[in-house]
């Protein structure tokens, strides 16, 4: 009886793999299609591919989203950083408060998130583009970047600073010589999720954005609810996806070094 | 070789190393995070005008606003509709993790990844990935008529329905992450001692694994819930008019009507919501154990 | 003068104090141990020589000079670890340069030294491996060559060779000793393990509970015990409570007749006799022994290099004797147990405890 009931349950814990998965491989597959439609298979064929190499609108965004990305990713990284070894390393008063504030930008809405950005620029006058939204990424970002090395932080053993003081390198010297090199693995991480949660923000890039700036979530949005469906925002979506992906597994990578 | 330093100094500067390493941070987040929370609040209460002029008369025109208009009927649906995907991820993810932590032995690790991977593509990709298979052209229709089950291809989209099959596809994961977790942390030897105690399958389950899994649940549930009710990719992609949620009214307000002040008062009680909800959630699920983040 | 010395030092965590009112100094060239159960607070008086922990109150001086507020990497101090706290992230070599590379020594120079640091301690040819490839003990010797290479005047190891196993232990401790000699730096040494303390040390101060109980070298230590603790923690001992009359008798409870002791006037009151189990005689023969008392054997257990016997002398008191396994006895026998005065130490009993 046990024997019938475990198979059941592999079957279903199956079927939600397929579930999970299914929308995604038929996407990435049907962006190979050498057709217009989405349903049959007509052959192998890069063509869709081609089309978006050639839109320079698609190349913008691509190239908005990278250096949006980037610079979220080197702020947070520095900033996050210094914040967990403070929150790690030191005890003071308001330090829970401090702790806890960390928090809010990973469990708000993000809805709520964007909207706020976007009157803060209203009430003072700044006008929105392409700083308006690094500025709005990296105020969310530094809170998933610190919250990750912190993790990283918490079992480090000081003992080998202890051994670098008495080797005779001061403070500053220890952390560059001893204790980066051994939390990089953490601070790169920490790193990549920021690249990744900026790459892939839409919310708060539409209402941050303004009319002149766009990325790639923003195109993607926008061709999907003008268009709809189609076999070049099919290759789109694949190559974004490659991107996401690939940031993940070097992610993984390092949270096991 | 053995001289010694004469230098002798202080060290005072280990006091100023916290606050100096955290206030770029702080500002920062005073700034551009919470600082705009304090602007949202203002206009909600009508102390800035249109010409961003501040005044300290506050008024509560726009919360009463609120109830004259749609907004409840919209805040309601995505209450209900948030409930619904919930029960639902429970429901479907569940028997998953239950599958990976207890019946999988080493390859749970693997199975995990393979689990959180869709996760890490961004909820618009995945929005657009169901998009293409519940389109009209798309790979279910196809196969219905090719198949001869329909004459017409159907309209999944643009319904209640695809907006649900949309939360419940993106928020599986978050569902199925802390069950795990906390059924990874389930004794076996418990279930083992129930069974020698004369419970079979069935009641072991309700009666051991069940109670020992509520944070895992409650985990999930909030994780899931939370974020659910303010979403707003997933009814503006696949969902139509009748399926209009908190997130497609805000978007609408800010982005298209411009009402900044109505928008703002919507937004605050959205907040105040989901405040609501997580303490709610801290008291009587939690009762003050560790949140599985 | 001294090479490091302690004046008064308090060292408090919380409400715990970890180092009450420790004075001690340690001569130059001196192997020096610091000896007692965990929590006695000899690594946190270590610590506090190396400047990783500031004194609450007291002074810690280095040479002339006071070095209460000399951060630790200004004070010319080595230490070796418990846990090495090896560099994970480099190799033999660059760890054991890193001091070098801290004093911007130059490259040829650097490497020089490197190479004589690891000949010193027996690992000539390491340079390039990384510490994962290294057993313990060879890690061990990284940690010391690391910690000697820049010339310390003094040298700190906290509790090096604990992990190692007995073998290699041992034999690092030879090792430890022949390189102190060669070099001739002062060792300051803490440790948990008695024999260990009593093999290489030239002077030994033994802590109990953030206090210094006694300060001596190890026959000090071990033949002349100040306290109850020492003379416990310290091998095994027979104690004997009783007074001290006036200088040179010691009335014990329970035995028929007064002990001579070589003993001062400062003992005399409520005191403790202190007499080793291999320093108490048996059988017929007792001449010239001071002390002799009839006993009974109750228990005997053969241990190898000696005989471990329970006896009751007097009026039930029960002693331990390390016999010679030749001597012919066995247990219910009636015979003679005996010791000559030098063998046994009063101590004053403890009026705090």
């Known amino acids: ?257 | 070789m053995n001289s010694l330093p004469q230098a002798v100094r202080r060290r005072k500067t280990r006091r100023f190393a916290a606050p100096l390493l955290l206030s770029p941070t702080v500002i920062y987040l005073a700034v551009f995070f919470f600082a705009p929370f304090a602007i949202v609040l203002l206009y909600a209460f009508g102390m800035i005008d249109i010409l961003r002029q501040f005044s300290f008369a506050a008024t509560f025109d726009f919360y009463l606003d609120f109830f004259d208009s749609i907004a409840p009927l919209v805040f309601a649906r995505s209450l209900l509709l948030a409930l619904a995907t919930t029960a639902a991820c429970l429901v479907l993810g569940y028997p998953m993790s239950y599958h990976i932590a207890v019946k999988s032995g080493r390859r749970k690790e693997t199975l995990m990844l393979l689990v959180i991977i869709p996760f890490w593509v961004s909820f618009l990709l995945r929005t657009y990935a169901l998009m293409t298979i519940l389109d009209v052209n798309g790979i279910i229709n196809a196969a219905l008529l090719s198949l001869g089950l329909i004459s017409q291809p159907l309209n999944l989209m643009y319904n209640t329905q695809a907006v649900l099959l949309g939360m419940i596809y993106n928020y599986l994961p978050f569902m199925i992450l802390p069950l795990y977790a906390s059924m990874e942390k389930l004794d076996k030897s418990l279930l083992e001692a129930a069974g020698s105690l004369g419970a079979g399958p069935a009641r072991a389950f309700l009666h051991v694994t069940l109670p020992m899994t509520r944070s895992g649940v409650g985990a999930g549930s909030i994780l899931v819930f939370v974020p659910a009710v303010g979403e707003f990719i997933i009814p503006q992609l696949l969902g139509g008019t009748e399926s209009f949620m908190i997130g497609n009214l805000i978007w609408t307000l800010f982005l298209k009507a411009r009402n900044l002040w109505f928008g703002s008062a919507v937004s605050i009680i959205l907040i105040a919501l989901v405040v609501l909800m997580v303490a709610l959630y801290m008291k009587y699920v939690t009762k003050g154990e560790e949140m599985v983040i | 003068m001294f090479e490091v010395e302690l004046v008064d030092v308090v060292k408090r965590f919380g409400t715990v104090t970890a180092v009450d009112h420790v004075s001690l100094g340690v001569r130059k060239n001196e192997f020096y141990s610091f000896l007692g159960p965990s929590g006695c607070g000899k690594t946190t008086t270590l610590r506090i020589i190396a400047g990783l922990e500031d004194p609450d109150e007291g002074t810690v001086k280095l040479g002339e000079t006071v070095a209460n507020d000399i951060p630790p990497y200004e004070r010319n101090v080595g230490i070796v670890f418990q846990h090495l706290a090896l560099f994970p992230h480099m190799n033999v070599f660059d760890n054991i340069a890193f001091g070098l590379k801290m004093a911007r020594m130059a490259k040829d120079q650097t490497r020089k030294k490197v190479e004589e640091a690891l000949e010193l301690v027996g690992l000539p040819g390491f340079e390039n491996r990384r510490i994962n490839q290294l057993s313990g003990g060879q890690q061990q010797r990284v940690g010391i060559a690391r910690a000697m290479v820049r010339e310390p005047g003094v040298l700190l190891l906290d509790e090096p060779l604990g992990p190692l196993d007995l073998k290699i232990r041992q034999h690092m401790q030879l090792e430890l000793k022949r390189i102190q000699k060669q070099v001739g730096t002062t060792f300051i040494y803490v440790t948990h393990d008695q024999g260990e303390a009593l093999t290489m040390s030239d002077s030994i101060a033994v802590m109990n509970n953030g206090r210094v109980e006694q300060i001596g070298s190890p026959r000090e230590i071990y033949d002349r015990p100040k306290t109850q603790f020492v003379a416990n923690f310290i091998g095994e001992t027979n104690f004997l409570d009783g007074t001290s009359e006036r200088a040179g008798v010691f009335m014990c409870k329970g035995l028929p007749h007064p002990v001579m002791v070589e003993a001062g006037e400062d003992l005399i009151g409520e005191a403790v006799l202190s007499i080793r189990p291999e320093r108490v005689h048996i059988g017929p023969d007792l001449r010239g022994l001071d002390n002799v008392f009839d006993a009974k054997i109750e228990d005997l257990v053969y241990q190898g290099s000696h005989l471990a016997v329970a006896v009751k002398v007097g009026e039930n008191l029960t002693m331990k004797i390390e016999a010679n396994p030749a001597v012919p006895i066995s247990v219910g026998e009636r015979t003679r147990i005996g010791w000559s005065k030098t063998d046994a130490t009063v101590i004053k009993l403890e009026k705090d405890e």
């Open chain 1, 1 to 257: 009886m046990k024997r019938v009931w475990d198979k059941v349950l592999k079957g279903y814990s199956f079927a939600v793999y397929v579930f999970l998965y299914a929308p995604i491989l038929i996407m990435v597959t049907f962006s190979f299609n050498d057709s217009r439609l989405l349903a049959v298979w007509r052959g192998f064929s890069l063509r869709w591919y081609e089309t978006l190499l050639a839109d320079p609108a698609v190349w913008k965004a691509f190239y908005n989203s990278m250096w949006v990305a980037s610079l979220t990713a080197a702020v947070s990284m520095v900033l996050g950083t210094m914040t967990a070894f403070v929150m790690i390393r030191y005890s003071f008063r308001g330090k829970s408060i401090l702790d806890s504030s960390l928090y809010f930008p990973v469990v708000i809405p993000e809805i709520t998130e964007a909207l706020s950005l976007l009157l803060f620029y209203v009430f003072t006058g700044i006008p929105l583009g392409a700083v308006t939204v690094v500025v709005g990424h990296i105020a969310f970002a530094i809170s998933y970047a610190a919250i990750v090395i912190r993790a990283r932080l918490v079992g480090f053993d000081r003992s080998v600073e202890e051994a670098a003081k008495s080797l005779g390198a001061n403070e500053l010297r220890t952390f560059f010589h001893v204790t980066l090199p051994l939390i990089l693995p953490g601070v790169i991480a920490g790193g990549l999720l920021a690249f990744t949660v900026s790459y892939d923000d839409f919310i708060k890039t539409a209402f941050t954005a303004g009319p002149g700036f766009q990325t790639l979530p923003l195109r993607i949005y926008a061709m999907a609810s003008r268009g709809g469906v189609s076999p070049q925002l099919n290759a789109l979506a694949t190559v974004t996806l490659v991107v996401s992906l690939g940031l993940a597994v070097v992610r993984l990578r390092l949270s096991k070094a």
